[in-house]
């Protein structure tokens, strides 16, 4: 009897089940025992399937026979069989009955016919596969399509394609196993001789054909993407941020500022604006909420509006149809868009003035909340961009720039020597704080972990080929190259250049590198007559708002950072091609001319300040324009080493103390047009100066040993600029005489001792006018009178050694007259030329006057040094002061140095006032109030 059985209907009968299971006949007649001893029995396989298991049935028939009938004797021998049947059912029970018994129902009874159906099965599969793959690929190109236009697919469809991946990957795994399957086959394929592995495989083949048939029912799709929502911040991968936490946190509060709506980010190259920038960026995923769409673009060098509107158009994920728009057209889509929105717009690498307007961006203004912020190089787009605020953005602080250093060369490198950390941190000072050569040199040194690979890089840095250095050229000086390619022209260009040949960190005088610019023949000589060389000021100003110059803490100088420096020399030497003709040991202590200075090529030679005693060569230097040699030790120059100098312009032996003369050969320089020999100890002239017809510039200032120069007219009748302040030759009626007949003279400095002279040179308003420098020394008088008039053009002034009792001002007006500070009244104050230019002022041991207050006359005055005078006690009177001005006394005062004043009580009534005062020294001033004296506390920095 069967209990229960859910295979196939047509094995019912016990002639079925024991045409099947012959084990089940001898089952079914011990019914005379126990009818449920004879009771067939049903297992669940694997797959849930009911499946007839014979040996199981055997088993289970034996054990309850044993356990519930006492076996009689006549039983025995059938008891034995039936417990051997149990432990042979044991044994069968370890094969795996149930899939051969359900393999081979299915080779003739189940409706799948996996093993028979396996072929036709595959070639159907492949055929609907092919199908589906065209299908994927037609989707794949409609999505592309749609992507191009700024949409993006949509997820069921990208899950639909991801499907047929997977299936297409399993298809593939059945077409390597096929040859195998199929070869198995037998019967005319109703068998198999692996019954289970072909079984199996036709299973799976079946799945997949029904899993491709039920993809391909699902492979149209009417819509494939979708418009992608702006994000309203993309968020910038920044790497490192050391030392910009203060500058990130005042740009941001600056541009939270309601006032403030656009913001200019200025800074040389390599200094860290773009990361700055990308902190702000930052910044305002903390601010979604409150802000539209914030827009990044870079703006290249020569950049097209029609770039920018192309990236601010992808940013905002507009429909691609605007691709083959007008520039106007696409200005119209921006401003459309941008008009209902309160955006941000980052302008990144500015390089010269942008028509926002002409883009489509809408101004920003208090009603929309807009902001834009933008980084440049130089300091004059922000004018033109009209920026409400600008930040300049520095090099970082030594223990910043270490900190920076120190991360990118890593720890492990760092400790493989205990002398590395020290080296490690010379080579960091020669990045002088930029970000980027830090970066760059850090990179390069993070594999270096001995001390002589450091040692050779802080030789290679401090060579001329620092340009050598791993990644300086391509990583560094390329980058940097851009801001010197936008220099305006060739003059400028080679102007900024000229600044490479002073020593590293070398303070340079901007009137001097202006005189040398003029006589190089970089600027108009005939410049000299604006009574300031403007245009070589407005040069340095360009520069230093581009950031290739730096402005000293004393405005009245300028100098190069390290890395901008090696970038010039590497352009002024072809890009490293031509390394011999430019030759720069400014700095070095060689102590001689080195040997390696090829002559016959070089062009600029610069040995300033390398400890040169002697010059006894001799060479054909036939290309040589400028030989700098200020700063040494000179005592003699050999005879021959001016024989063969041809072209030399520029000729600089400034500051050589123990010079005191110059061989006759000098006139063998029949190009020289710049000659200095200030602070040195030259005696007299060379006669064979007089053949020097172009000379236009000579310089003896401090030249403490000059005894005379009769003659000079005639010797040197072309000179433009004649330097004596603080010479030894003072100016008497012989000179003045002398001075009168240089028709071409334009600007000189004088020293004088009388005041008879200092009253006559006034007068000639030829040679008064062009005095720049004034130097009054030893002189005894009951009063000196300076006119702001006649001076017109004065910019240094030294008063030393002298006893005079008053200094008194005198303009010309209708009547030409002298006042004192007290006769002075406000209202006529701001008639008063003044001494416009006079920055300087140097007073030494003055006795008569107990006040300065005539200073105030000089309203752009940036030093004042005054010392060793007893009876000063006031630099400037309040009551004489407040008469000549209501302006801030010494408004524009950098450097104030005060000491040996004895009797000083008060420096100016409304001296903490001081905008721009950036030095300040007191000594030795006991009368001063304690207060005045620790005014550095007060100062800006």
Not at 133 to 158: F, H, Y
Not at 623 to 648: A, C, E, H, Q, R
Not at 883 to 898: D, M, N, P, Q, W
């Amino acid at each position: 009897m069967v209990q229960h059985w859910d295979g196939d209907p047509a094995v019912r009968t016990k002639s079925h089940i024991e045409m099947l299971h012959p084990a089940c006949e001898m089952s079914w007649n011990l019914k005379q025992h126990d009818d449920t001893a004879a009771s067939l029995m049903v297992i669940q396989s694997p797959t849930s399937d009911p499946v007839f298991n014979p040996i199981h049935t055997i088993k289970q028939f034996g054990e309850r026979y044993t356990q519930d009938f006492v076996i009689r004797e006549r039983d025995k021998s059938f008891g034995v069989l039936i417990h051997c049947f149990c432990k042979m059912a044991d044994w069968l029970l370890l094969i795996p009955w149930n899939k051969i018994f359900t393999a081979a129902c299915g080779c003739f009874f189940s409706d799948r016919n996996y093993i028979h159906k396996m072929e036709a099965n595959l070639d159907d599969l492949h055929t609907t596969m092919e199908e589906l793959k065209n299908g994927r690929d037609d989707l794949l190109r409609r999505v592309s399509i749609e992507e191009d236009k700024g949409l993006q697919q949509l997820a069921q469809v990208k899950g639909w394609i991801s499907r047929v991946e997977i299936v297409e990957s399993r298809f593939k795994d059945l077409l390597e196993d096929k040859s195998t399957e199929t070869g198995r086959l037998c019967l005319f394929g109703f068998c198999s001789e692996n019954c289970i592995s072909s079984y199996n495989y036709g299973e799976k083949v079946m799945k997949n054909l029904e899993e491709v048939k039920e993809l391909l029912s699902k492979k149209h799709f009417e819509v494939v993407a979708h418009k992608i929502p702006v994000p309203k911040v993309e968020e910038k991968n920044i790497h490192t941020t050391v030392g910009l936490y203060v500058m990130v946190e005042m740009a941001w509060k600056s541009l939270m500022n309601d006032e403030i709506r656009t913001l200019c980010l200025h800074g040389m190259g390599g200094v860290g604006k773009t990361t700055l920038l990308a902190c702000i960026n930052n910044k305002f995923v903390e601010l979604e909420s409150e802000f539209d769409v914030v827009i990044w673009v870079v703006v290249s060098k020569d950049f097209q509006l029609e770039g920018i509107q192309d990236q601010i158009l992808g940013r905002l994920r507009l429909d691609k149809e605007w691709e083959r728009e007008t520039e106007n057209k696409k200005a119209s889509l921006i401003n459309n868009n941008l008009k209902r929105k309160k955006f941000v717009l980052l302008l990144d690498d500015l390089w010269s003035e942008v028509d926002l307007n002409k883009i489509g961006v809408p101004p920003p203004t208090r009603e929309n909340g807009a902001k834009i912020v933008f980084t440049k190089r130089s300091k004059e787009v922000s004018k033109y961009m009209k920026a409400d605020m600008q930040i300049k953005v520095s090099c970082l602080s030594p223990d910043e720039a270490w900190e920076l250093f120190r991360i990118t060369v890593g720890d492990i490198i760092l400790s493989s020597h205990e002398d590395i950390p020290a080296l490690a941190r010379i080579v960091a000072a020669k990045c002088h704080g930029l970000p980027l050569a830090l970066t760059v040199i850090g990179e390069a040194m993070a594999c270096k972990e001995t001390i002589q690979e450091w040692h050779h890089a802080i030789n290679v840095l401090n060579s001329p080929a620092g340009h050598k250095f791993p990644g300086m050229e391509e990583r560094i000086l390329l980058v940097l190259k851009f801001s010197y390619d936008s220099l305006k022209n060739g003059e400028i260009k080679l102007c900024f250049l000229y600044c490479s040949l002073f020593p590293e960190d070398f303070e340079i005088e901007k009137e001097k590198l202006i005189e040398y610019w003029i006589c190089e023949g970089y600027i108009n000589p005939n410049r000299y007559e604006d009574g300031g060389t403007n245009q070589g000021y407005d040069i340095i100003g360009l520069l230093v708002r581009a950031h290739l110059l730096i402005e000293c803490e004393l405005t009245t100088k300028v100098k190069m950072h390290y890395v901008i420096r090696e970038m010039a020399l590497w352009i002024n030497s072809d890009f490293g091609k031509q390394q011999e003709t430019i030759c720069v040991k400014s700095g070095a202590h060689v102590r001689m001319i080195p040997n390696d200075i090829n002559w016959e090529i070089v062009r600029q030679v610069s040995l300033i300040s390398t400890q040169i005693e002697k010059i006894s060569c001799s060479s054909k230097c036939s290309n040589l324009s400028t030989l700098l040699l200020p700063y040494n030790k000179l005592v003699n120059i050999s005879v021959g080493f001016f024989l063969f100098m041809p072209k030399l312009v520029v000729l600089d032996l400034s500051t050589n103390m123990s010079l005191i003369e110059l061989p006759e050969e000098i006139s063998n320089l029949c190009s020289l047009q710049y000659l200095n020999l200030s602070s040195t100890g030259i005696k007299s002239l060379p006669g064979g100066m007089k053949k020097l017809r172009k000379l236009i510039y000579l310089n003896l200032e401090f030249s403490y040993k000059l005894e005379s120069l009769v003659g000079i007219s005639a010797t040197l009748p072309n000179l433009q600029v004649l330097k004596l302040f603080y010479s030894n030759v003072c100016v008497d009626d012989i000179l003045m005489e002398e001075l009168q007949h240089m028709d071409h003279l334009k600007i000189l400095t004088v020293t004088i001792d009388d005041a008879m002279i200092l009253e006559r040179i006034q007068g000639i308003d030829r040679l008064a006018s062009s005095i720049r420098g004034l130097c009054l020394t030893n002189m005894s008088a009951p009063r000196v009178v300076l006119s702001t008039t006649a001076l017109g053009g004065l910019q240094q002034l030294a008063i030393l050694s002298c006893n005079i009792s008053e200094i008194k001002m005198d303009w010309k007006s209708k009547e030409r007259r002298e006042v004192s500070p007290m006769e002075i009244h406000p209202s006529t104050s701001t008639s008063s030329p003044g001494f416009k230019q006079l920055s300087s002022v140097n007073i030494m041991k003055l006795v008569g006057p107990r006040d300065l207050s005539w200073l105030l006359f000089a309203q752009n005055l940036k030093s004042l040094h005054v010392g060793f005078s007893p009876e000063i006690e006031e630099i400037i009177n309040k009551e004489k002061g407040s008469s000549i001005t209501k302006e801030i006394a010494f408004g524009k005062l950098e450097s104030l140095v005060i000491y040996k004043l004895p009797e000083l009580k008060e420096i100016c009534w409304n001296y903490r006032t001081l905008p721009n005062s950036r030095y300040f020294d007191v000594k030795d001033c006991p009368k001063l109030p304690e207060d005045i004296a620790n005014f550095p506390m007060h100062a800006e920095e």
